[in-house]
């Protein structure tokens, strides 16, 4: 599984635009990005995956540039609702273990 | 929507006692895991199984068992519950790229 480094907290207030990046310099060829959102005592749950150029949901968008060394989660006009803790993910290989890093801390303030 | 199950949601124990946490998926899926979670802090995978009769430590010691007879079950066994078990454990599945939690179980051991 690809290491990842991402900020330990981010602060924004409401209704504006968060950019989360996550670092994956040692990403593998066959690798996805998978990013994961996980509010207060629940389990994560799944926001976004991607490969390269630019993936959009209803919930985010994800940008992978061209040497996919590292991604950015894109949470339009954020709300409250969007506090939570959001994990980044790389790696397909489906024998190795999922080892989720400390995430990044999002709070949105009014 | 993903269908995996934990119970107890919530377990007061005292020391000493013999626990037993399950989970259970209807997806069939191979990979399971198990996560200790403090509140507020990362995740830690404490023990995996890629399919029956296969279960795997995770990077975090534990002094829990796991054991996968059936595809659908993967439950945790703590022999001796201590106060420093007391926890959020999330069990999850996989299929692909993509992680399905459960909704947690938190014990506490008085």
């Known amino acids: 599984l690809a290491k990842t480094t991402q900020p330990i907290s981010m602060d924004s207030y409401e209704g504006q635009e968060v950019n989360i990046t996550c670092s994956h310099n040692n990403i593998a060829t066959n690798d996805y990005i998978t990013w994961y959102q996980q509010f207060p005592s629940q389990g994560p749950r799944f926001i976004i995956q991607?490969?390269?150029t630019k993936v959009t949901n209803e919930v985010a968008s994800l940008f992978i540039p061209a040497d996919r060394k590292s991604s950015t989660l894109s949470l339009p006009r954020v709300s409250l609702s969007d506090t939570a803790v959001y994990y980044c993910l790389v790696g397909v290989a489906l024998d190795t273990p999922l080892v989720f890093g400390k995430g990044t801390r999002l709070s949105v303030i009014a | 929507e993903a269908d995996i199950y934990q119970t107890p949601r919530y377990l007061v124990i005292g020391t000493g006692k013999k626990i037993t946490l399950e989970c259970s998926q209807t997806m069939g899926h191979d990979k399971m895991y198990w996560y200790q979670q403090d509140p507020g802090m990362e995740l830690h995978l404490i023990h995996y199984?890629?399919?029956?009769?296969?279960?795997e430590k995770g990077d975090l010691s534990s002094e829990s068992t796991v054991s996968r007879i059936r595809t659908e079950h993967f439950p945790l066994t703590l022999e001796s519950a201590r106060p420093s078990h007391t926890s959020q454990y999330l069990c999850?599945?996989?299929?692909?790229?993509?992680?399905?939690f459960g909704e947690g179980s938190w014990l506490t051991v008085v």
């Open positions: 199984s890629y399919g029956v009769n296969s279960t």
């Open positions: 999850a599945s996989r299929s692909g790229n993509t992680i399905y």
């Open positions: 991607g490969y390269k």
